[in-house]
């Protein structure tokens, strides 16, 4: 009998003491797959730089030293805790939402010291125009650039210029450019139909070899007679691209009008619908299409309505923050956070916003050391997020 009563009191001993730890653990999960144990990090937030202009862009050199962009034409290596300004850097016109754009280090810079970066120039006219250039550094000096592609006409309202740069497994470069054009307006009676017109360099994601050309397994659009380095069309503003190289494929984010912000999974040859269709509508209040989708468009992966205003793509492929290995980070500019998304087979299934409150979300990268990295406004710092 009091064998009975002890082992009672043991039992419900061990329940408790069971519950109690389960309750100090809710951020456990359990990964069904692999039936392992996985663990929702805490994050530290520091602060590298602080007390800059819009920080555009940025990216890794092997040795770890990050450099980043300024819009309004500088650029910057940070080394440890040094900023170091590039000297020599040619003038941009930051004119608008024109500036000194995206920058990317080539995946095999140790062998070629090749570095890439976009920017809105000018044309004869002195209306912008965007550029994709790439150069060297001999110390922090800017040096040996070679233009490999611009605009071959004019962005009339300073708008709308994209841009982002990023390379395939394969060493492919992508490029992102926005419409462009007289104005942004949605609807079949749109003005601006430059990302619709498949021998206009806007309004499209480009595809090249490292050195410019057109690969030859690009797509023959409607229209073409042979390959271009368009290589999908149909984009309004993208100023978000990265390859994930978990799943092989590129994704692309853009801003949609009122509403209808989007993330695609970038394919070759599809019409991504702009300025035909959109979940969003127009400034004014009017409808862009009817219906958000049409036969022979390709529909986004994920929506958001309000827009967010995204800028910056990311994706964590590294074990160190746990459980958020093979999510996508996106900027958002006008609601101000970093919103952390899980996929699941090419799907959004849930969103987690970061960082809310500290000001417009610009630009995202993951680390070498596989820490990500974020560029907010008001004013322009930089944040490393490590896990606790």
Known sequence: MLAGKYLKATVYTLLILFLFTFSRNKNILYDKKENTEVTEPGVRIKTLVTNYGIIWGMDFLPNGDMLFTEKKGKMYRLRGTKVTEIIDVPPVNSNGQGGLLD?????????????????????????????????????????????LFKTSTPDLWSGHYGSRITFDKKGMLYVSVGEGGPSSYGGKASPNMNAQNVKSEWGKIHRMTADGKVPADNPVLPGNTSPTTVYSYGHRNPQGLAYNPLTNEIWENEHGPRGGDEANIIRKGRNYGWPLVSFGINYDGKPVSDNPQMAGMEPP??????????????????????????????GALSLAHLTRCEIVNGKVVKETKMLTGMGRVRNVKQGPDGNIYVSVEGPGRILQLSPE
Do not use: E, Q
């Open 301 to 330: 992966v994920h929506t958001w309505t309000p827009s967010i205003g995204a800028c910056g793509l990311a994706f964590i492929t590294t074990n160190k923050f746990k459980g958020w290995k093979g999510n996508m980070l996106v």
């Open 103 to 147: 920058i990317k280090v080539h995946p095999n810079y140790a062998s070629n010291g090749w570095i890439y970066y976009t920017y809105s120039g000018f044309d004869n006219n002195s209306k912008g125009i965007l550029v994709l250039a790439r150069f060297k550094l001999t110390g922090d000096k800017f040096s040996n650039m070679d233009t």
